[in-house]
């Protein structure tokens, strides 16, 4: 709601700070919503079927969620997080539970008709009781009483340890193999909604490159970037960085102006039922200099020996190796002094999420090879402090023999979105 609240009045601003109606290009843009059909009940019980095969390989009896992507990934509902523990117990054999607030079993009784757990075992408890112990009693009734508990990755510690005390003889430890191994290799349908939601953020971004001009702001320029992704039915967000403030990975607060010449760099991505874009265009807004030109072809060379050394086998490791000796080749080195950050993240439901492409993974599980499905960004970039920075971003799929960009990659750092 919010979100769409924002999108109106974003609309309504650009309007005001461009005349009285909308940029030709970004007015000219037109809803993609079709093309993204939504995940079924059917994927999400085959979902919660993998993920108990997956236990069964790691010696898991059971695992718990509680709100977040996971939970959504697996179920299609969507809660929140607090102090108040509402979570999904999944056991390896028998019928999941929900254990969850007395007060708003209502709540969740309006979701549970849409997800394939319409007749789920509901645990309630009051807020003199312990939702902990709750937990206990209902895997004891599915002869759990001393097995080894997953705990999603997102779960807070307060929940976990609340677990852990109120029932000493559980095991606790990280699902992360489970719903890791679920969620990072993706069906055709997932990539289908990843591709949409890239092409849709394409169409945006080169909305937005017909519609600015000097003299602009970049808060402006998120207006209308707000407006396209109205326009094209999704929600989406934008980070726009102008000139020294492009040297920043992830950008200033700052206010900035365009002007005659400036070097833009544009970040971020839509949703597409519940799967995410994330592109960086990177482009002058008139001349280019020489340096830029030459940073921009460095990088781009970097983008394409990336793409070329994913396949399946190959580890996270050697893709981001394979940019960086591009990079540092070039003169900008050594080693992270001017690509300053990983090579790239998966992607999926979440913008960033397993694996990493990077030497050392994150998150204390390692996934040691590249697999058919994974989606990752492919995004290296050079960054001169008080200069300029230059990254370029698409998103890439693993395909049987090799990597598949989703997007068209930028050409040029003047003309970026031509073919």
Same mark, same amino acid.
């Given at each position: 709601?919010?979100?769409?609240?924002?999108?109106?009045?974003?609309?309504?601003?650009?309007?005001?700070?461009?005349?009285?109606?909308? /940029?030709?290009?970004?007015?000219?843009?037109?809803?993609?919503?079709?093309?993204?059909? /939504?995940?079924?009940?059917?994927?999400?019980?085959?979902?919660?079927?993998?993920?108990? !095969?997956?236990?069964?390989?790691?010696?898991?009896?059971?695992?718990?969620?509680?709100?977040?992507?996971?939970?959504?990934?697996?179920? $299609?509902?969507?809660?929140?997080?607090?102090?108040?523990?509402?979570?999904?117990?999944?056991?390896?054999?028998?019928?999941?539970?929900?254990?969850?607030?007395?007060?708003?079993? *209502?709540?969740?009784?309006?979701?549970?008709?849409?997800?394939?757990?319409?007749?789920?075992?509901?645990?309630?408890?009051? &807020?003199?009781?312990?939702?902990?112990?709750?937990?206990?009693?209902?895997?004891?009734?599915?002869?759990?009483?001393?097995?080894?508990? $997953?705990?999603?990755?997102?779960?807070?510690?307060?929940?976990?340890?609340?677990?852990?005390?109120?029932?000493?003889?559980?095991?606790?430890?990280?699902?992360?193999?489970?719903?890791?191994?679920?969620?990072?290799?993706?069906?055709?349908?997932?990539?289908?909604?990843? !591709?949409?939601?890239?092409?849709?953020?394409?169409?945006?971004? $080169?909305?937005?490159?017909?519609?600015?001009?000097?003299?602009?702001?970049?808060?402006?320029?998120?207006?209308?970037?707000?407006?396209?992704?109205?326009?094209?039915?999704? !929600?989406?967000?934008?980070?726009?960085?102008?000139?020294?403030?492009?040297?920043?990975?992830?950008?200033?607060?700052?206010?900035?102006?365009?002007?005659?010449?400036?070097?833009?760099?544009?970040?971020?991505?839509?949703?597409?039922?519940?799967?995410?874009?994330?592109?960086?265009?990177?482009?002058?807004?008139?001349?280019?200099?020489?340096?830029?030109?030459?940073?921009?072809?460095?990088?781009?060379?970097?983008? !394409?020996?990336?793409?070329?050394?994913?396949? /399946?086998?190959?580890?996270?490791?050697?893709?981001?190796?394979?940019?960086?000796?591009?990079?540092?080749?070039?003169?900008?080195?050594?080693?992270?002094?001017?690509?300053?950050?990983?090579?790239?993240?998966?992607?999926?439901? *979440?913008?960033?999420?397993?694996?990493?492409?990077?030497?050392?993974?994150?998150?204390?599980?390692?996934?040691?090879?590249?697999?058919?499905?994974?989606?990752?960004?492919? &995004?290296?970039?050079?960054?001169?402090?008080?200069?300029?920075?230059?990254?370029?971003?698409?998103?890439?799929?693993?395909?049987?023999?090799?990597?598949?960009?989703?997007?068209?990659?930028?050409?040029?750092?003047?003309?970026?979105?031509?073919?």
């Amino acid at each position: 709601m919010a979100l769409a609240s924002a999108a109106t009045h974003a609309d309504a601003e650009a309007q005001t700070t461009t005349g009285d109606r909308l /940029p030709p290009s970004i007015a000219a843009l037109t809803s993609m919503r079709h093309l993204a059909t /939504p995940i079924t009940n059917e994927e999400r019980i085959a979902r919660l079927e993998k993920a108990r !095969r997956l236990m069964a390989g790691v010696k898991l009896d059971a695992v718990l969620l509680t709100g977040g992507t996971s939970l959504t990934y697996f179920t $299609g509902l969507r809660w929140g997080t607090s102090e108040r523990l509402m979570a999904l117990v999944l056991p390896v054999r028998g019928e999941p539970f929900v254990v969850c607030p007395a007060f708003e079993v *209502d709540r969740l009784s309006e979701q549970l008709p849409q997800s394939p757990l319409r007749h789920v075992d509901i645990r309630a408890w009051q &807020e003199n009781e312990s939702p902990y112990q709750r937990v206990g009693q209902a895997l004891r009734e599915r002869g759990i009483a001393s097995g080894r508990l $997953g705990i999603e990755e997102t779960v807070r510690f307060v929940f976990a340890d609340g677990i852990a005390k109120a029932n000493p003889s559980l095991t606790l430890t990280s699902a992360t193999p489970v719903t890791a191994s679920c969620r990072m290799i993706k069906d055709a349908h997932e990539i289908e909604l990843l !591709r949409v939601a890239c092409r849709a953020t394409l169409a945006c971004y $080169g909305a937005l490159f017909g519609a600015l001009q000097p003299g602009m702001t970049e808060a402006t320029a998120r207006s209308l970037v707000a407006a396209g992704y109205d326009r094209l039915g999704f !929600r989406g967000s934008v980070s726009v960085q102008v000139d020294k403030y492009t040297a920043l990975p992830h950008g200033s607060a700052e206010p900035q102006t365009l002007h005659t010449d400036s070097i833009v760099m544009v970040d971020d991505g839509c949703v597409a039922e519940g799967y995410q874009s994330d592109l960086t265009r990177t482009f002058v807004l008139g001349t280019a200099t020489d340096k830029m030109k030459r940073v921009f072809d460095i990088v781009s060379a970097a983008q !394409r020996a990336a793409l070329a050394a994913a396949r /399946p086998g190959v580890t996270l490791a050697s893709v981001d190796a394979a940019a960086r000796k591009v990079i540092v080749d070039a003169g900008f080195g050594p080693g992270f002094t001017f690509f300053t950050h990983r090579l790239g993240h998966g992607l999926g439901m *979440d913008m960033h999420e397993w694996p990493y492409l990077v030497e050392h993974n994150m998150h204390g599980w390692d996934s040691p090879v590249l697999q058919p499905g994974m989606v990752f960004s492919n &995004e290296p970039g050079i960054y001169i402090p008080g200069e300029f920075g230059i990254r370029l971003e698409d998103d890439m799929v693993i395909t049987e023999n090799g990597a598949e960009l989703l997007t068209p990659p930028s050409r040029s750092i003047e003309r970026p979105f031509e073919a």
